[in-house]
């Protein structure tokens, strides 16, 4: 195998540790990251979708009588200001909750726990009694207890401890994806090293592309997941697309930066031939 051939390798291999390395980055500084949850989550209570079902959950555990006519003032409800701050709440609770339990650390308490059977839950209860409030009802009077499930039993238990293995993937892809690259580079033949440096470029958009089309193509896979009806379908698709928008933002600026590098070494590639016909016919 030539020097080349081998770079080009090297490049190929480069570009399946990236995307490990860029999907496991992304959870372990975004996704597990608590505060930036409580920022997604603001985003997702704004989405009517959204809104729309978990106005749906409430209305279903609160036997709230009025049908759809209800289920409609529950979410317009949902969208008043001052209903914001409790969702947050609720939202940074689940979430330190769900951290607790990667990180394997003891406020998880027994969640994850092998037959413990308790999944993770979002607490709406304090909503709901906002809500009643408007509706001159006493705390408690919709419900003692008003929930969804975020994660199953079974999950959580698949997911207590793989904190410092998230982390190890997390730091070995991203740095075994940068020496490639550099290896990459210096492997291939001097008077070729022009292509290799294009062939990175072209990595890292093909990371960034990759990763855009396993996002929506994994929107499928979450509803199905999550166990959607038809009914619920938009509001599961809008959950995923929102929860993920800092991975396609961090795969979007590989496509621009891989892209600037495609179009720098096609521009210094074209230089130098121009020097070279200049040389060649002064």
Known sequence: MGRLALSLLVVAVATLLGLVALTSNWVRSEALDTAA???????????????????????????????????AAIAQALALPEVEPLWREANERTHSLLVAVVDES???GSLGTDGAGEPLL?????????????????????????????????????????????????????????????????IAPPGRRRLAALAISGSLVAIGA???????????????????S????????????????GLADLATVLVVLGSLGIAAAIVVALLSRSHERERANP
């Open 230 to 245: 038809a009914d619920t379908r938009a509001a599961a698709e809008r959950a995923w697309l929102i929860g993920t928008d």
């Open 37 to 71: 949850w409580v920022e997604t989550s603001g985003e997702l209570l704004a989405d009517e979708p959204i809104r729309r079902e978990v106005a749906a959950q409430i209305a279903d555990q609160t036997q709230v009588p009025g049908g759809p006519a209800a289920e």
């Open 106 to 108: 003891p406020a998880a």
């Open 210 to 228: 990759l990763t855009l089309l396993v996002r929506g193509a994994g929107a499928d896979s979450a509803i199905e997941e999550l166990g959607a």
């Open 122 to 186: 979002l607490d709406l209860t304090p909503i709901a009694d906002r809500l009643g409030a408007d509706l001159g009802l006493p705390p408690g009077a919709l419900g003692d207890e008003i929930a969804l499930e975020v994660v199953s039993a079974n999950e959580l238990e698949a997911l207590r401890g793989a904190g410092d293995l998230l982390d190890a993937v997390a730091i070995a892809t991203l740095v075994a994806a940068l020496i490639g690259y550099g290896l990459a580079f210096a």
